[in-house]
C-alpha cells in the first residue's frame, strides 16, 4: 500500500471492471481527486472546506480493487469513504451505495464529529466529493447564473441589462458572481480587501476591470449601464465601508448582495484591521477578531437594508451573514430573504436543479454533441440556450469533461433518453454519467439554506432526502448516497445524491427513463405537499400523483 499520490481518471473505451457502471463509478472516484478538479488531493480533499473523496488512502486503494472485481448483481458499501462490504443484489440495483457523515441527532455537531474523525471513524463528504459527481468551478458559475437570471426574471423583466448590482467577495465561489451578472448582461461591482483576488479574477476573464476608487467604480458603471452595456468592475476596499459610503452618497444601485466568508468570522476582515494586518490579529486574538468581524458585518448588512428600503433588490447569497449581523446587535438583520426562498424555490417547486453530466471518453467532442442535443430538444428555453452556449465558449474543463444545466421534471429524463441513444448510436464515444447536486429539489433538508422558510414550516423534517435516496435506489440509479452536513456543516443539513449511467444500452434507457423522472419527480411532490402552487400546477399538468390530492 502507498499513500498520497496524483490520481487521474482513465479516459477512452477500454473497461478496467467488469461493466460500464463499475467502470463509471471507478473514473469519476479518480475524477474526484484529479489535480486538476480537487483543492487538495493529496489529502483527499476535493472541495468545501474538508470535503473527501474517500477515508484515507488505504480506503482508496479498496474501494478501486473492490470496483474492479465488482460484479454486475454485486452492490459495495461505502461508510464514510470506507469501503465496508459487497453484497450479491440483482443488475436493477445500484452498483455503489454511500453514506457518509451521518450522525445521530443528539451528536450532532462539529466537536463530536471532529471527536471521531480523530478515531479514523468519519470523513466528511460535503456533498459531491464523497459522493463522486464533483465538476470544478462550472457548477458555482451555472448556479450563479441561474440566481441571477432568476433575479431578472422576477424583478427586471427577463434581463439584467440597464441594471448595476453591488456584491462583496471574489474568492473561490463569489469570484464567480462578476462573470454570471455580465452573462445575464448586466453591470457589477464586486468588492475584495484581497488584491490577489482581484487580480486573479481579471486574470481568468472572470472580471473585465479594476476601478481605482469607488468614484470611477460607479462612473464607470453608469457610463456601462447608460449603453446597456454588460461590464464588472472589481474594486479593492472593505465592504464594510464600501457598501455604507455608497448607501450615504445615493448611489444608484438595483441589486445587492455579498459572497465574502461571511460563514466563518475569521475569514471575514474587520474594519478595524488593514488586510496586511489579518493574519497575525486573528491568530493573536481570535476571540476579539471574530467579535469585531460581527460588529463590521452589521455595518454592511444595515447598509443593505438601506438599499432595500431604497428600493433595491437585496438578498444574502447563503453566506449566513444575517445571522452574525444579529449576533453583534443589528436587529433588522433578516429584513431581506435569502436566495432560495427569493429565487429558487419557484425553480425547485417545478423540479428543476443543478441537472450534470461527464463524459466518461474524456473527449470534449463528446460533450459538445450533449450541448447540440439539449439545444435540439428544449429549443424554447432562452436562457438555458445561453447558458449552454456560453458555457461552451468559455467553461475551461477541468478533468473528465462535463457539462451542467438546470432541468426539471419532465426535462431530465429526455435529456438522458437522448444521451444515451448517442451513445447507442457511437455518436457520442463511450458513455456518459448523469448526475447531480445534492442542492436539488427533492433531496435536501438544510433549514439555514435549501429549506429555510418553507410555506408550511416544514424546513428541519429530513424525511424527504432519506425518502429520495430510496426512490433513486428503487428506480435503477448506479450509485446513491445519503449525507449529513454539506453545505452549511455538521447539524445543519442531510441529503441525497444519485448518478447513473447511459451506457447506450436497452436497459441503461429504462433506468434512466425511472431515475431522471422520480428524482426530480420528488422535489415536485415535496414542493406540493407544502403547498406551493407552481408544484400543484405541475404536478396536475404531469400526471405526478400525490395520494392526498386524490379523491
Ligand atoms: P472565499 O473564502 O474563497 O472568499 C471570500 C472572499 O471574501 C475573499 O476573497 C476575501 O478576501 C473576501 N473578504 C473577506 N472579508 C471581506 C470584507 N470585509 N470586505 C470585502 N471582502 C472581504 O469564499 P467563497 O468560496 O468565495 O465563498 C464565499 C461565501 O459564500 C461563503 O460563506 C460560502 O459559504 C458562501 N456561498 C454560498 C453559496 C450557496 O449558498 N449556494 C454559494 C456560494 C458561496
Redesign the pocket.
Known amino acids: 500500500m502507498i499513500g498520497a499520490r496524483p490520481v487521474r481518471a482513465h479516459r477512452g473505451t477500454q473497461l478496467h471492471t467488469l461493466g460500464w457502471p463499475q467502470e463509471a463509478a471507478l473514473r469519476m472516484l479518480q475524477n474526484n481527486l484529479d489535480p486538476e478538479v480537487a483543492e487538495h488531493p493529496d489529502d483527499l480533499v476535493v472541495y468545501g472546506g474538508t470535503g473527501k473523496a474517500a477515508r484515507d488512502w488505504a480506503s482508496f486503494d479498496a474501494i478501486v480493487r473492490t470496483l474492479e472485481t465488482l460484479r454486475g448483481d454485486e452492490t459495495m458499501l461505502v461508510q464514510s469513504g470506507k469501503p465496508v462490504g459487497v453484497l450479491q443484489t440483482h443488475e436493477w440495483a445500484p452498483r455503489v451505495l454511500i453514506a457518509n457523515s451521518n450522525l445521530v441527532g443528539d451528536w450532532a455537531n462539529w466537536d463530536e464529529f471532529r471527536r471521531l474523525e480523530q478515531l479514523g471513524l468519519t470523513m466528511y463528504g460535503q456533498m459531491t466529493a464523497g459522493s463522486w459527481i464533483y465538476i470544478g468551478t462550472q457548477g ?1 458559475l451555472q ?1 450563479t447564473y441561474e440566481t441571477f437570471s432568476a433575479v431578472a426574471a422576477k424583478r427586471f423583466s427577463g434581463s439584467l441589462a440597464g441594471t448595476i448590482t453591488l456584491t ?8 464567480a458572481q462578476p462573470l454570471a451578472v455580465t452573462m445575464n448582461d448586466g453591470v457589477a461591482i464586486c ?4 488584491p490577489s ?1 482581484i487580480a486573479r479574477r481579471l486574470e481568468h476573464r472572470y472580471l473585465d476591470v479594476e476601478a481605482r476608487s469607488l468614484e470611477e467604480a460607479l462612473q464607470l458603471a453608469y457610463d456601462a449601464r447608460d449603453n446597456r452595456k454588460s461590464l464588472s468592475i472589481g474594486l479593492l476596499g ?3 465601508d464600501v457598501f455604507p459610503r455608497m448607501l450615504a452618497q445615493g448611489a444608484e444601485i438595483d441589486i445587492v448582495t455579498d ?5 466563518d468570522p475569521l ?3 474587520p474594519l478595524e484591521y488593514s488586510f496586511d494586518e489579518w493574519e497575525a490579529a486573528r491568530t493573536k486574538d481570535p476571540v476579539g477578531f471574530a467579535d469585531a468581524a460581527r460588529h ?1 458585518m452589521a455595518k454592511q448588512v444595515e447598509a443593505m437594508v438601506g438599499f432595500q428600503k431604497a428600493g433595491a433588490e437585496v438578498f444574502d ?3 449566513n451573514i444575517r445571522t452574525e449581523a444579529l449576533a453583534a446587535g443589528f436587529a433588522d438583520a433578516f429584513a431581506f430573504p435569502g436566495f432560495v426562498p427569493a429565487y429558487i424555490r419557484p425553480l425547485f417547486s417545478e423540479g428543476k436543479g443543478p441537472f450534470r453530466w461527464a463524459a466518461l471518453s474524456g473527449d470534449p467532442a463528446d460533450i459538445a454533441a450533449t450541448d447540440r442535443a439539449i439545444l435540439e430538444l428544449f429549443p424554447e428555453n432562452a436562457s438555458l440556450a445561453k447558458w449552454i452556449r456560453m458555457a461552451g465558449e468559455r467553461v475551461h474543463f477541468q478533468g473528465l469533461p462535463a457539462r451542467i444545466c438546470w432541468l426539471g421534471y419532465g426535462e431530465r429524463d429526455r435529456a438522458g433518453l437522448r444521451f444515451n441513444e448517442l451513445v447507442a448510436s457511437g455518436e457520442i464515444s463511450a458513455p456518459i454519467v448523469i448526475g447531480r447536486d445534492h ?1 436539488d429539489s427533492g433531496s435536501v433538508a438544510s433549514p439555514y ?1 435549501e429549506t429555510e422558510a418553507m410555506k408550511d414550516g416544514s424546513d428541519a423534517i429530513a424525511d424527504w432526502p432519506l425518502l429520495n435516496a430510496l426512490v433513486n435506489a428503487s428506480s435503477g440509479a448506479t450509485w446513491v448516497s445519503i449525507h449529513h452536513g454539506g ?1 452549511v456543516g455538521i447539524g445543519r443539513s442531510i441529503h441525497a445524491g444519485q448518478v447513473t449511467v447511459a451506457d447506450g444500452t436497452p436497459l441503461a434507457a429504462e433506468k434512466l427513463a425511472r431515475v431522471l423522472s422520480n428524482d426530480p419527480g420528488m422535489g415536485v411532490i415535496r414542493h406540493v405537499d407544502a403547498g406551493y402552487d407552481e408544484a400543484i400546477e405541475v404536478a396536475e399538468r404531469l400526471h405526478v400523483r400525490v395520494p392526498m390530492r386524490e379523491t
Not at 462583496?168 to 469570484?175: A, F, I, N, R, T
Not at 468588492?191 to 484581497?194: A, M
Not at 459572497?259 to 460563514?263: D, L, N, Y
Request: a neutral charge; aromatic letters at 6%.
Open positions: 458555482i448556479g462583496g467577495g471574489l474568492g473561490g465561489m463569489g469570484g468588492v475584495d480587501v484581497d483576488r472593505n465592504a464594510a459572497q465574502t466568508s461571511a460563514h475569514a471575514y476582515l463590521s447569497y447563503g453566506n442542492l439554506r453545505g
